[in-house]
Structure formats: structure tokens, C-alpha cells
């Protein structure tokens, strides 16, 4: 079983900056891909960014591309995602997940596992 924690969310200015934080306990955490997706109120959940299991490559989604920036570290069992030049749009709970391989990795069916996911408010 795997256990999931985010952290890091909370009301920010536009312009402004976070880091979330998603602390990974219950399984061998370098061996897995991670993902960051995000939801926003009467919308479906949406593929943010994506990173392998040793860090080396990573994929983010037009939408936050040369904003948001995933990252991890292994020895901590944890990946992050830091979001500058944030946007009242991108105000939504944001969710990371480990990548299960018999799915797209756009979507969350992708997935096997999540956290319980963290808020994220952009006033404007």
C-alpha cells in the first residue's frame, strides 16, 4: 500500500509563488514515475506535470509550461512542485499521484495511487 501526503498549498496574490510538497511512504519510491494533477471546481481532474523515477526527465502541461517546475528527491521520498507567476486560473486542489503504467500518463486513469490533495487560491 502506498501512502500519499501534499502540503504546501494555500492563498496566494497573483504573481505569486508556492511550493508543494508530497510525501511518499509504503513502497520503493524511486522505482516510480509521479504526477502532479490538479481540479478546480465543476471541472475534471487535469494533468499538470510528470517526472520519472530517477528525475531525469520530466513533462509539464502546456497550461503551466515555464511556470511550474516538478521535481523529486529520493532520499526523502518526496516530490515537489514549485509554481511561480501563479494565476487566478490555476486555483484548484492540486493532487500527486504514482504513475501506474497501464495508462495514459495525461490522465488520471493513468494512476493507481493519491493523496488527499492540497488547496491552492490565486486572488487576483
Known amino acids: 500500500q502506498v501512502q500519499l501526503v501534499e502540503s504546501g498549498g494555500g492563498l496566494v496574490q497573483a504573481g505569486g509563488s508556492l511550493r508543494l510538497s508530497c510525501a511518499a511512504s509504503?513502497?520503493?519510491?524511486?522505482?516510480?514515475?509521479m504526477g502532479w494533477f490538479r481540479q478546480a471546481p465543476g471541472k475534471e481532474r487535469e494533468f499538470v506535470a510528470l517526472i520519472s523515477s530517477n528525475g531525469g526527465s520530466t513533462v509539464t502541461a502546456d497550461s503551466v509550461k515555464g511556470r511550474f517546475t516538478i521535481s523529486r528527491d529520493n532520499a526523502k521520498n518526496t516530490v515537489y512542485l514549485q509554481m511561480n507567476s501563479l494565476k487566478p486560473e490555476d486555483t484548484a486542489v492540486y493532487y500527486c499521484a504514482v504513475r501506474d503504467y497501464s495508462g495514459s500518463a495525461y490522465y488520471p486513469s493513468g494512476y493507481n495511487y493519491w493523496g488527499q490533495g492540497t488547496q491552492v487560491t490565486v486572488s487576483s
Open positions: 509504503g513502497r520503493t519510491f524511486s522505482s516510480s514515475a
